[in-house]
């Protein structure tokens, strides 16, 4: 397997099976790299901000959660002034 | 040495009748010391006979020439069937007009013993082998050298410098296949050799991170390839994400 890196290092695709062709336009400044370190890193960071992503959503669940309960609380305070 | 004993012999002023002499004779009986007792012996009953064993080979009539055919004492008549060993027959002593015609059997040849050599002559260009219906005898098969395959023969087989010519002048398509992982937004390679005209792609979801500001919402995640090859993700927000693609190339 080989990778390919644009101008700026950044991961564009592994291929195999055979060469590409690095005369097509969308290929130029790009660089062939044996194994796929670059896609590994790739990876990473897509895991890395899927961990973060999740760490988000459940801050806000629990922030969701919190004001059900307040929003639960002063519901339950007002049907005590109505009915004392 | 006597020969014969005699009952009676002859004494002086006996007379010699014819009776008397018929009598001795056929009274006399053979001595054995008359026989060398090795090939030849008196039998008890008084005969002279060929002692058991006693005939050795300068005893038989030998002709060297068997000029008259006939001279030799042994014939044929004298040998038992199935009485000749073949450590009787000297080396070399059978040749080929002492085989009958069409005697020698398949198991009379030993494995790999029939060479190339001893194959009848074939003309060139042929092979041994057999395209005519049902089992029969090897025959002759034509090996042509036809770059064009004009011939096209049920019958005859092609050399490989025939073959060769023929696929790379007719022959079939090249095909190349590239798999691999692509960036959302990148291009999909094209095989080396080949234009994206020659090509077809497709491409499957692979490593995505979804981000939307609304995670309760439903979402649509579809990763393509357009016709220039450029690969888009929609359905994943502010994600990120790659895809799994396939280019086929064929000329």
Not at chain 2, 14 to 27: E, F
Not at chain 2, 157 to 172: C, E, F, H
Request: glycine share 8%; proline share 2%.
């Amino acid at each position: 397997m080989k990778s390919v890196i644009d101008r700026d290092g950044n991961f564009v695709c592994t291929f195999e099976g055979g060469n590409i062709n690095l005369d097509d336009p969308a290929y130029e400044g790009c660089t062939v790299v044996d194994g796929d370190a670059p896609l590994q890193e790739v990876n990473a960071a897509i895991e890395e901000e899927a961990r973060l992503r999740l760490i988000e959503i459940e801050a806000e669940r629990d922030e969701e959660h919190r004001h059900l309960h307040e929003l639960e609380d002063r519901i339950a305070q007002l049907e005590a002034l109505v009915n004392p | 040495m006597t020969v014969l004993s005699v009952q009676n012999e002859f004494q002086s002023g006996d007379n010699v009748t014819a009776t008397s002499l018929n009598n001795l004779v056929n009274q006399a009986n053979f001595n054995a010391d008359t026989t060398d007792s090795s090939t030849l012996e008196v039998h008890s009953s008084g005969y002279l006979k060929v002692k058991d064993n006693g005939i050795q080979a300068q005893h038989l009539k030998s002709d060297a020439d068997d000029t008259n055919n006939n001279q030799r004492a042994v014939t044929t008549n004298h040998i038992r069937n199935n009485a000749i060993t073949s450590a009787k027959i000297a080396a070399n002593a059978v040749d080929s007009s002492e085989i009958a015609s069409e005697a020698v059997t398949t198991a009379k040849i030993e494995n790999d013993a029939v060479t190339l050599a001893k194959l009848q002559n074939i003309a060139t260009s042929k092979v041994i082998g057999r395209t005519s219906a049902g089992d029969g005898d090897p025959e002759l098969i034509d090996i042509k050298d036809d770059d064009a395959m004009a011939n096209a023969s049920a019958t005859a087989l092609a050399t490989q410098q025939s073959i060769k010519a023929y696929v790379d002048n007719n022959g079939g398509n090249e095909v190349a296949i590239l798999t691999g992982v692509i960036n959302t937004g990148a291009t999909i390679p094209l095989p080396d050799g080949y234009t994206q005209a020659q090509c077809a792609w497709m491409v499957a979801v692979g490593n995505v991170v979804s981000n939307h500001g609304d995670h309760n919402a439903n979402h649509n995640l579809r990763m393509t390839a357009n016709g220039d090859r450029v690969v888009t993700t929609t359905g994943i927000g502010t994600g990120s994400g790659s895809a799994n693609y396939m280019i086929i190339g064929v000329k």
